[in-house]
């Protein structure tokens, strides 16, 4: 069984293109959280997606940043015109579909992002 | 809205000691808690969660650690430290629940440090 997969790996954009993160949950996952770290800092919360849905976007930037996930195919996290302050790792989680106490969140490998 | 200290940025220990990395949580309700360990340029593993029940909890590399609701701790120990376990140590609080959206919030992070 496949972890979660996300790609690319890294990523270098220069100031002012976009950027496209995919994430694809860990089968029968029908859950993803994205977050991003910061150099030397800890994980943030930025969006809870399930298909089609955006649940819980309040950690997300008000402009540029849009998450998706859809019917089918992987998480899409995009940042247009990006700043070098977007630099960081990009991390996506999955979860199961029934949201029990105590679920964990399994992790990708994250997208690093750098921004020129 | 939930909080997460880890006091400390970074700790050294020689290989064979024992470890013990602090975590404090702010949260009005019975928190679930996890830690995760991040190894460079890597993705977040789970070592252990609490959501109930017994209050210490078992995980896996011989970490454990004990939730005290009176000190709002959710300390990580382990009785004899590898060379292998150098890494980042995230602790995290969760608030899941069927239906409701189950973001994590992070501390800091601790690195640790293993000396020879």
């Known amino acids: 069984n496949a972890g979660v997969m996300q790609n690319p790996r890294h990523l270098v954009r220069r100031r002012g293109q976009e950027a496209r993160l995919r994430c694809s949950p860990m089968?029968?996952?029908?859950?993803v959280y994205w977050y991003r770290q910061l150099p030397e800092e800890g994980l943030k919360f930025m969006v809870y997606l399930q298909k089609e849905n955006i649940i819980d976007e309040s950690g997300m930037p008000k402009e540029r940043f849009s998450a998706e996930f859809p019917k089918e195919g992987p998480s899409i996290l995009r940042i247009q015109q990006v700043v070098r302050g977007d630099s960081a790792a990009y991390f996506c989680?999955?979860?199961?579909?029934?949201?029990?106490?105590?679920?964990?969140?399994?992790f990708g490998p994250g997208t690093r992002l750098t921004v020129l | 809205a939930q909080s997460v200290t880890q006091p400390d940025i970074h700790i050294t220990v020689s290989e064979g000691a024992s470890l013990e990395l602090r975590c404090n949580y702010s949260?009005?309700?019975?928190?679930?808690l996890f830690w995760y360990v991040q190894s460079p340029g890597q993705g977040l593993q789970l070592l252990l969660k609490y959501f109930s029940g017994d209050t210490l909890v078992q995980g896996i590399k011989g970490f454990e650690a004990e939730f005290k609701r009176s000190q709002s701790s959710f300390n990580l120990r382990k009785p004899s430290v590898h060379w292998s376990d150098a890494a980042e140590y995230f602790c995290a609080v969760g608030a899941s629940g069927t239906g409701t959206a189950s973001k994590l919030t992070f501390g800091t992070g601790t690195r640790l440090q293993v000396t020879l």
């Open positions: 089968k029968g996952h029908s859950h």
């Open positions: 949260y009005g309700a019975t928190p679930y």
């Open positions: 989680a999955s979860s199961p579909p029934l949201r029990r106490v105590g679920d964990e969140q399994f």
